[in-house]
């Protein structure tokens, strides 16, 4: 007779969490994941294109998607130090870019809450034509 050890092994195994990918609306313009397309953020989430990331330009968002969050450390950027928290891509696990999670100078205040993400990890999604050249 076999002796069936599911129940035990369910007990010791932790809990693998789904992953649900956020969708954006169809048709707004948004911006993806260029390794895996998943949505990142809304082109109406885009505070300013004049960042610095650690591998060139990059974008400062005030909301994302489909990202996961690293633990804070405090960091010396350009603007000063910061307390940031890395960010990727839920979806494939490439690092994005940041969170900023605290300004210690009152001058960088504003980016407290928002998201640097890498020109080099994203690419622009849905309804981008002539017309748009934000």
């Given at each position: 007779m076999?002796?069936?050890l599911?129940?035990?092994?369910?007990h010791?195994t932790p809990k693998?969490?789904?992953?649900?990918?956020?969708?954006?609306?169809?048709g707004?313009?948004?911006?993806?994941c260029?390794?895996?397309?998943?949505?990142?953020a809304?082109?109406?989430?885009l505070?300013?294109?004049?960042?610095?990331?650690s591998q060139?330009?990059?974008?400062?968002?005030?909301?994302?998607v489909?990202?996961g969050?690293?633990?804070?450390?405090?960091?010396?950027?350009?603007?000063g130090?910061?307390?940031?928290?890395?960010?990727y891509c839920?979806?494939?696990k490439t690092t994005?870019?940041?969170?900023?999670e605290?300004?210690?100078?009152?001058?960088?205040?504003?980016?407290?809450?928002?998201?640097?993400?890498?020109l080099?990890?994203?690419?622009?999604?849905?309804?981008?034509?002539e017309?748009?050249?934000?």
């Amino acid at each position: 007779m076999m002796k069936v050890l599911e129940n035990s092994s369910k007990h010791n195994t932790p809990k693998k969490q789904k992953t649900f990918q956020h969708y954006l609306p169809a048709g707004d313009r948004c911006y993806s994941c260029i390794h895996c397309r998943a949505n990142l953020a809304a082109h109406s989430e885009l505070i300013s294109k004049s960042f610095q990331g650690s591998q060139g330009k990059a974008y400062l968002f005030n909301a994302v998607v489909n990202i996961g969050c690293g633990p804070a450390e405090e960091r010396v950027l350009l603007t000063g130090l910061h307390a940031v928290a890395d960010i990727y891509c839920e979806i494939c696990k490439t690092t994005l870019g940041w969170k900023y999670e605290h300004a210690f100078e009152s001058s960088q205040k504003y980016k407290e809450g928002k998201f640097i993400i890498e020109l080099a990890h994203m690419v622009k999604d849905n309804g981008w034509d002539e017309q748009h050249d934000s």
